[in-house]
């Protein structure tokens, strides 16, 4: 049975989705500041809440720590990347090598991850990305410089990429 834990950052709440046994992180929701809005669509599944799971709060742990503006390691061995086509790992796995406070085009992505002239391809992908943060789509930006879209809104993106020019 699926389950999540809400998680309360400097940006507002955020919830970590997971299975527990064995516990794979199944998706990552970013900060919002409507607390019912966050937990609908998990409720609406009948996922349970468990503030308490111990693996799950040490992800939550991360996550604080990220929007408190710290550099962080990224869990690989909670995420099941398995679930993507190799396509979408090569993306994915392209992304979380954007440095910290760095941005890369959905272009250059594309070129990095193998897939020259698959830009369009590399944001269907982010914007299916279950992991922001830990995979930081909020670096990929367009090729104007613009922040382009985002699943936590344009104010959410700009605020990320801020915290992370400031450290």
């Not at 046994?21 to 019912?36: G, N, Q, T």
């Not at 996550?63 to 790992?89: C, H």
């Not at 922001?132 to 990929?140: A, D, E, G, L, T």
Request: proline share 8%.
């Amino acid at each position: 049975m699926n389950r999540y834990q809400i998680v309360e950052t400097a940006f507002g709440y955020s919830a970590v989705a997971f299975s527990a046994e064995p516990f794979k992180l199944v998706e990552i929701r970013l900060p919002a500041s409507d607390l019912d809005e966050l937990c609908r669509p998990f409720d609406e599944a009948y996922w349970r809440i468990d503030n308490y799971h111990p693996k799950a709060s040490e992800i939550g742990s991360i996550l604080v720590r990220y929007f408190n503006g710290e550099k962080i390691d990224i869990p690989w061995p909670v995420m099941d990347l398995a679930r993507f086509t190799s396509a979408q790992q090569a993306v994915y796995r392209t992304v979380a090598k954007i440095p910290y406070g760095r941005t890369a085009s959905y272009g250059q992505v594309a070129r990095m991850a193998g897939l020259p002239r698959a830009a369009r391809f590399v944001g269907t992908t982010m914007a299916n990305n279950p992991y922001p943060v830990f995979i930081p789509c909020h670096r990929v930006i367009r090729s104007d410089g613009t922040p382009g879209l985002f699943g936590g809104g344009e104010p959410l993106k700009a605020r990320m990429l801020a915290l992370e020019a400031a450290s």
